[in-house]
């Protein structure tokens, strides 16, 4: 009866899409986490979306990091930047979410255009650069909330730094995570985003010893929560192994594949449509994400060997899709884009299809599937 009716909604907003599309991206998007906002603080509003579109499953019940899931499907960083949602992000069925990237310092963004769709292709180009009021107002509107799934906090370095240079960054850092931890916010985990590729000025952790230098200090803090790390999609391969070899010397419990998509040539573009945003900078969301996460996931299952989660991030449209990723090695998924090509409650829909894959195969519960691809390629 809950799947259908979370199915109807989703052809009804499906239906409505060229309608939808009209309206810019970025005031849209905005539009949208205010009216959140107002709606999770009107008594009865989140459980009334809750018991209309929250759809559970014992087969979808697990635990990563020690932290319960409900279900494995959570919204990623970047669509609730000001951490305006985890009212009622359940309400919508996602298992779980994380906020930001929030940074310690305040900064409006690079400049316009910001977000623009390719409908197409299924995808955005991404480029708010960590647009953020900052740690301490974000921290300042979660005070005194109480969640119904785990919310956990990104966190990067402020854009732009009033110095590029390594110390000054990973101090930035330190202090963000310092100021989350000491907040009483009860965030689940947190989330270090070291793969943002929309900074004005690039201090890149994507070497070994700097990601180790980062590490250290962020670990120093005795994190009282579990720590994920959102990693690049657009390394080469051995450079990932070379980063996961880092993160395995310390108590992170999970790594995020992954970020935006910086291969303008990839496969999953239209070429012609592609072309009307060749003069914009930026990066890409969804579609163009897919194929390589896909493929992270299943190289990161097969090095980490169990030592670390592996969350799957990048063009989960359907249940098929979060699927595929948890075969290759995913305990848990995260998405964006699917929120605006195939509507809010995707989260919902996705949950009332996967268990119906999982019994297919024999599975009693997704934990069983996590990996069963991951030995294929
Ligand atoms: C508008 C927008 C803003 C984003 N901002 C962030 C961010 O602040 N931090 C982050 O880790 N990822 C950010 N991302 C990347 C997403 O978290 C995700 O990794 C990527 O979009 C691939 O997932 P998707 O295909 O489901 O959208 C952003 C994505 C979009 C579309």
Known sequence: MKNSF???????????????????????????????????KVPGVPSLMRACMRVS????????????????????????HEAQMPRIVDGLGFGFQSVGTVTNGAYEGNPYPRIKRLVKSRTMLVYKGFKSTGMSAVLKRLKGQQWRVPVGISIGRTNPLGEYTYPAAIGDIVEAF?????????????????????????????????LAELLTAVCALNLPKPLFI???????????????????????????????????????????????????????????C?????????????HVKGRLAIIGCGGIFSAADAYRKI???????????????EGPQVPAEICADLPALLARDGFKNISEA????????
Not at 11 to 28: G, K, M, Q, W
Not at 232 to 260: K, S, T
Not at 327 to 341: D, K
């Open 6 to 40: 979370v199915h109807a909604v989703g052809r009804s907003y499906r239906a409505l899409t060229p309608v939808i599309f009209l309206a810019d991206s970025e005031p849209a998007h905005d539009f949208v986490l205010d009216l959140s906002e107002v709606l999770g």
């Open 57 to 80: 499953h014992p087969s979808l019940n697990t635990t990563v990091a020690g932290i319960e899931f409900e279900n494995p499907i959570g919204l990623a960083a970047g669509f609730d």
């Open 178 to 210: 310092r100021k989350a931890c000491n907040s009483g916010v009860p965030f689940a985990y947190f989330e270090l985003n070291i793969s943002c590729p929309n900074m004005l000025r690039e201090v890149s952790f994507y070497e070994p010893e700097r």
């Open 230 to 288: 959102k990693m690049p999609i657009g390394l080469q391969d051995d450079g990932v192994r070379a980063l996961l070899d880092v993160v395995m010397c310390f108590p992170v419990a999970a790594v995020i594949f992954g970020n935006l998509q910086i291969n303008r040539t990839d496969p999953a573009f239209d070429p012609q449509e592609l072309a009307t945003l060749a003069q914009y900078p930026g990066n890409w969301s969804g579609m163009p």
């Open 290 to 302: 897919q194929k390589r996460s896909d493929h992270l996931v299943t190289l990161a299952y097969n």
């Open 327 to 341: 075969r290759n090695g995913a305990s848990l998924v995260q998405l964006v884009t699917a929120t605006v090509w």
């Open 370 to 377: 996590v990996g069963v691809d991951a030995g294929k390629s």
